[in-house]
C-alpha cells in the first residue's frame, strides 16, 4: 500500500537482538526480503538469505551443526560467509560459491545485531544516533513482536505530541489539564528535530516519575526510520530513547529501542525496572492505536489525511521519508498546549 522508505536497502538496520541470537537459526524478514540468522562455530553473528539455492527451501526451518546451518530438504550446509560447504550423497568437490546462499552484511554491536541488503559507498560502516552505546551511560534494549501498521504512521506517532493527551491520557499528559509549551520544529537536509521548552515538568505518572525537573526535551528523525528522543533537565540529560521502525512489509515493522540513562548511584536494572513499567503500557496504547489506524486506512484503499495547524512535523517527515532533501529553516518557537 505504502512503498518502503527511500534508502532502505542501503541503511544499517537493527533485527534482532544479540541476546536473541542463539545456537538456532533465526527468521527475520527486512523490505519484504526473509532473512535467517545464526551463529557460526566462533559465536559470530551471520546473516543469508533465507532461501536454500538448491531447491529454495527455507534455511530457517534447518538447524546449525558445526556452526554451519544445514537446509533440511537435502542436507545443503552453508558456512557464515554463504558458502556451501556440503552437499550429502556425494563425494565430488563441492564449488562453495558458486552453490552458496546469499550472504547479507551484519555488524553486532552494542548488543543488537545490524544488517543492510545493499552496501552503500558512501556509508560502508555502521553509524549510529548519538549516545546509543557510550560508554559513559547505562544502556539497554527493548524489541517488539511485529505490528501490524505503516513505519511512517509509527514515525509520526513518536514525533507527534498531541496524541499523548489521549491515547496516554494519565500516563504521559492529561486530557484535561493542558499547559503551555514551546515548540520549535528545525529541518536539517537530512533530518528533522522538534524541540519542546516548557516551565514545569509534563503531569502524567509516567512523566513525573521518570523525567524529574525536565525543561525541555528533543525529538530527531534520522531517516529512514529511526528516530532518538532526548529529555532533559537544566544542565543535564535525564533520559534518552533510541527507536528503530523496521519495515517487514510494507504494512508491517518490527520496533527496537534503546534506553540510555546518565551512570549515578542507581543500579541499571533498577532503571531499567522503573522505566520498562511504563513503556509497556504506553507500547500496547501506541499498538492499539496504530494498529486500529491502518486497518482503517487499509478499508478505504489507501490514506486519506488532511492535516492542521498542530501538524508541522508531517510535511517535512514525509519529504524525507521519500527521500528528498530539505531546506534547512527554523519554524518557532510556537507556543502550544499540550
Not at 532502505?8 to 526473509?34: D, F, I, M, Y
Not at 542507581?266 to 491502518?294: G, H, N, S, T
Not at 478499508?299 to 531546506?327: H, M, N
Request: net charge positive.
Amino acid at each position: 500500500m505504502t512503498p518502503f522508505p527511500a534508502g532502505l536497502n542501503r541503511t544499517w538496520l537493527p533485527v534482532c537482538l544479540s541476546r536473541e541470537l542463539t545456537a538456532k537459526p533465526l527468521s527475520r524478514q527486512l523490505a519484504g526480503v526473509p532473512l535467517v540468522l545464526f551463529r557460526d562455530a566462533k559465536g559470530a553473528a551471520a546473516a543469508l538469505e533465507d532461501r536454500c539455492p538448491h531447491r529454495n527451501y527455507p534455511l530457517s526451518d534447518g538447524k546449525v551443526v558445526d556452526g554451519a546451518i544445514r537446509c533440511p530438504y537435502h542436507g545443503w550446509r552453508f558456512d557464515g560467509s554463504g558458502g556451501c560447504i556440503e552437499i550429502p550423497g556425494t563425494s565430488e568437490a563441492v564449488n562453495a560459491e558458486r552453490l552458496g546462499a546469499r550472504r547479507i552484511e551484519l555488524v553486532e554491536r552494542h548488543g543488537a545485531v545490524f544488517v543492510r541488503l545493499e552496501p552503500d559507498p558512501q556509508q560502508p560502516d555502521l553509524v549510529l544516533p548519538p549516545l546509543l552505546g557510550d560508554p559513559d551511560h547505562d544502556h539497554f534494549w527493548w524489541s517488539q513482536p511485529p505490528w501490524k501498521a505503516r513505519a511512517l504512521d509509527a514515525l509520526e506517532n513518536i514525533l507527534d505530541p498531541f496524541h499523548t493527551n489521549f491515547v496516554h491520557d494519565g500516563l504521559i499528559r492529561v486530557s484535561g489539564k493542558r499547559q503551555a509549551v514551546r515548540q520549535t520544529v528545525i529541518q536539517h537536509a537530512d533530518g528533522v528535530e522538534v524541540v519542546y521548552e516548557q516551565d514545569e515538568p509534563d503531569r502524567g505518572w509516567m512523566s513525573r516519575l521518570l523525567e524529574g525537573d525536565r525543561q525541555r526535551s528533543v525529538g530527531r528523525y534520522y531517516p529512514p526510520v529511526t528516530f532518538q528522543g532526548r529529555w532533559e533537565k537544566k544542565d543535564s540529560l535525564t533520559l534518552c530513547a533510541t527507536a528503530f521502525f523496521v519495515p517487514e512489509t510494507q504494512d508491517r515493522f518490527r520496533g527496537f529501542g534503546c534506553w540510555t540513562t546518565p551512570k549515578g548511584r542507581a543500579p541499571a536494572w533498577l532503571k531499567r525496572q522503573a522505566i520498562m513499567a511504563f513503556v509497556r503500557p504506553v507500547a500496547v496504547q501506541d499498538r492499539r492505536a496504530l494498529e486500529r489506524q491502518y486497518a482503517t486506512i487499509a478499508a478505504f484503499g489507501g490514506p486519506r489525511f488532511k492535516s492542521g495547524p498542530t501538524d508541522r512535523v508531517t510535511t517535512p517527515l514525509t519529504r524525507l521519508y521519500q527521500g528528498e532533501a530539505l531546506e534547512p529553516s527554523v519554524d518557532g518557537p510556537n507556543t502550544i498546549w499540550l
